[in-house]
């Protein structure tokens, strides 16, 4: 029966990663193949890569694991510096987090994927793309940011406060603001500055593979326009609302989000 899935999270093994001097963590489920040898040699199907944004960690993107891996090997990211990771000795711009991610993945054994990135992960999946095109097959923003409309700190802080008051949920907003506990202010303010500053329209241009946008219909973080410009931006883009979520769509909606991913991500059929 599927509905005690909605009830309870899937259990997840972790595993260390090192790539670039810094030190993160790879988790999967029973089902998929372990990193190393296995996840190699497993079938060529592209893996779906789970990648967290600022001051958080996989935990908000455990039920879209769940729901994911049912269908296809499924991993998530701890990036260095988050989720009581070590600290990098010096800030990372988002290009050493997408390097990490792909140098990662790679010493893992997993060698083609779907890149999916909520919020910031969104700007690391658009860079582990761009560094490794021949391994990214597809490319999932969910919640993209900077939203044009929040381009100071005190905009993107406040649409991020009026999300948590009026569309989130209590797990959601628990998941959420213990992660940032765990990372502590200092990383948070560390990497605050390189999220803002990164271009996300202009480095996503230089994306050629089949980009995925999606977004809460309530989201006040990335807003309609802008996540619908991000989807024009490249050539092979597709945007879809997930209904009643806000920013944290997966962890609210999670089965509806795995099945638009899902079905944008799985190749046309004869008959359709």
């Not at 410009?229 to 089965?255: C, D, N, T, Y």
């Amino acid at each position: 029966m599927a509905w005690p899935r909605r009830r309870k999270d899937v259990a997840l093994h972790s595993a260390d990663v090192e790539a670039n001097g810094s030190k993160g963590r790879i988790l999967w489920a029973d089902g998929t193949p372990a990193p190393g040898p296995d996840a190699a040699a497993a079938p060529a199907a592209p893996a779906y890569i789970l990648i967290h944004g600022i001051g958080v960690s996989h935990r908000y993107l455990r039920r879209l694991h769940g729901e994911l891996a049912t269908a296809a090997p499924t991993y998530s990211l701890d990036l260095p510096g988050f989720a009581a990771t070590p600290k990098p000795r010096t800030q990372l711009s988002v290009a050493d987090y997408g390097a990490f991610i792909a140098q990662a993945l790679k010493a893992s054994g997993i060698n083609s994927y779907i890149l999916v990135g909520h919020s910031m992960g969104a700007q690391f999946a658009i860079e582990a793309a761009l560094y490794a095109p021949a391994q990214a097959r597809r490319l999932v923003l969910m919640g993209p940011v900077v939203d044009s409309r929040h381009r100071n700190v005190r905009r993107q802080g406040l649409a991020l406060f009026l999300d948590a008051l009026l569309r989130e949920n209590a797990s959601s907003n628990w998941l959420v603001f213990s992660d940032y506990f765990r990372c502590g202010p200092r990383w948070y303010f560390t990497e605050l500055p390189v999220m803002m500053a990164y271009p996300t329209e202009s480095r996503l241009a230089g994306v050629n593979i089949p980009v995925l946008v999606v977004r809460g219909n309530h989201d006040p973080v990335a807003g309609a326009d802008w996540s619908l410009r991000l989807s024009q931006v490249v050539a092979q883009g597709s945007f879809v609302e997930i209904s009643r979520a806000g920013h944290v769509a997966q962890h609210l909606r999670p089965q509806k989000v795995a099945a638009a991913i899902r079905s944008w991500a799985s190749p046309p059929t004869a008959a359709s």
